[in-house]
Structures are given as C-alpha cells and as structure tokens.
C-alpha cells in the first residue's frame, strides 16, 4: 500500500508541475497582449492548451495566418468574419476576444 502512495505522490507532484508551467505560459502570452507585443489569439491558444496545427484545423486557417494573427497590428485589421471563426474556435465571443475575457465553463 505505501508503494501506491509514493507512485500517487510522484504522479501528482509532476501534474502540478506540469500545471505550474501551463499557467506560467498563459500569463506571460498575457503580458505579450498587454505589451502589445502579440495579439489576443496568442493568449487564448495558450489558455485553451493548443497549438497553431490545432487551431488550424478548428478554423481552417494555415498555420502560417494563424501565426500572422497573432501579430497585434494584423489581428486588429482581421474581418468580423475571421474573428468569429477565432471565437467559435475558442468557444468564447468576439468581444471577449478582444478584451482577453475567460468565463469559465
């Protein structure tokens, strides 16, 4: 029974670790935004734990426009359009996009 606990501790320490660095990654994607040195959908890839080829396929962007999107200066020229395929990808609207918005689900 000790082994058990011991493989538990070691499991759950590691998750925490893993956690610690996912939130370590969501806060410096926000201070990107912030700093306008990326734009929102840098943040929510983050927080939705996805990557470019991920979203790709949510949005049916290229992975390239994707990472062109991230770049403030692109993202606040994308049509209503584009955004909304962001914001149905991420599950969130347009508006909290924008602003950086989490509800939680």
Same mark, same amino acid.
């Given at each position: 029974m000790a082994e058990q606990s011991i493989g538990w501790d070691v499991?759950?320490?590691?998750?925490e670790v893993a956690w610690g660095d996912i939130e370590k990654r969501i806060a410096a994607a926000k201070q990107k935004v912030l700093t306008n040195n990326a734009s929102p959908v840098l943040f929510f890839m983050e927080y939705r734990l996805m990557d470019t080829a991920i979203l790709a396929g949510y949005t049916g962007f290229w992975q390239w426009q994707i990472k062109r999107h991230t770049k403030p200066?692109?993202?606040n020229k994308l049509s209503s359009k584009t955004l909304q395929?962001?914001? +149905?990808a991420f599950n969130i609207?347009?508006? +909290?996009l924008k602003s950086m918005t989490v509800h939680e689900d």
């Open positions: 499991k759950k320490s590691a998750l200066g692109v993202f395929k962001y914001a +149905d609207s347009i508006d +909290d």
